[in-house]
């Protein structure tokens, strides 16, 4: 069953598979994504026992709410598909969908609001301001990309309820508990920012920092040393590189579809690993 993500995010991992897959354990117990965003490596291998989290809770409301009211989002995305795209209806959608952020009101209709507000928000970016409530402008788009993408949705429902997916929406380091020898992980994190300009971080009010990421780096390790195959991406830069320094290190070109500068849209990243696999390399 062909799966693709359901929403635009960056940082999105669908144009590094062709690196990723080849590096991918032939064999794990449980498979764990605790930055799962558009969820492009999930769907791609789609494992039969995966924990998947993200501390952005208004996207994890969509993964649960698609796993448990499908047939209600749909017909609620119909309707919302039916209203013109123009500024004043994105910003009546918009404070409709921040009162409910408000109120903590992560139901299905705010599931729906979050997946018509990325298709017709500027580049698809998921921003929040200091209070946590969603600021990114209109895309100016008359005829915006379908939201309403039927087929796609009710096969990730049927994924998630014919498998045992289990779905998070907390920091990182509440899931890693539930990492046991010969689980394993994708850390797909906010990356390093390659400028004070570049730092796009903001996916909620609480932003990834450098301690955070001196943190995750010393997770991988202790994982490392409890038997867990590990995998985790970033931006190809000193600081990333000497975190991680003792681990298998590879460059890959990848676009970078934030920068409004389309020549600064190519860059190195890097894919990191504890383990080698000589037939997938």
Not at 177 to 188: G, I, P, Q, R
Not at 214 to 228: E, Q, S
């Amino acid at each position: 069953m062909k799966l693709k993500p359901f929403v635009q995010w960056a940082g999105g991992k669908r144009q590094l598979l062709k690196h990723l897959l080849p590096m991918i354990p032939h064999s794990y117990k449980v498979y764990h994504e605790p930055f799962v965003g558009g969820g492009a490596l999930l769907f791609a291998i789609q494992p039969h026992k995966a924990v998947i989290n993200d501390s952005n809770k208004e996207l994890m409301n969509c993964y649960k709410q698609i796993k448990y009211n499908c047939q209600e989002l749909c017909e609620l995305l119909t309707e919302h598909e039916s209203i013109e795209n123009n500024r004043e209806n994105y910003e009546d959608l918009r404070d409709t969908f921040n009162q409910k952020i408000i109120s903590k009101a992560y139901d299905v209709e705010m599931a729906s609001l979050f997946l018509v507000l990325n298709k017709r928000c500027f580049n698809g970016l998921y921003r929040v301001n200091s209070k946590g409530l969603f600021n990114t402008p209109w895309n100016k788009e008359i005829k915006p990309a379908t939201v309403n993408d039927q087929d796609n949705l009710k096969n990730i429902s049927k994924y998630f309820n014919d498998n045992d997916i289990r779905i998070f929406d907390t920091d990182f380091i509440n899931v890693l508990s539930l990492v046991h020898e010969d689980d394993f992980v994708f850390f797909d994190s906010p990356y390093v920012p390659l400028s004070e300009t570049a730092n796009f971080d903001s996916y909620t009010k609480n932003k990834f920092t450098e301690n955070d990421h001196k943190t995750l780096a010393k997770f991988y390790k202790k994982l490392d040393n409890n038997g867990v195959k590990e995998i985790i991406t970033n931006h190809n830069t000193a600081f990333v590189r000497e975190l991680y320094a003792k681990y298998n290190i590879t460059e890959v070109l990848a676009q970078r579809s934030i920068n409004c500068d389309t020549k600064k849209r190519v860059g190195k990243e890097i894919i990191i690993t504890n383990f080698k696999n000589c037939e997938n390399l």
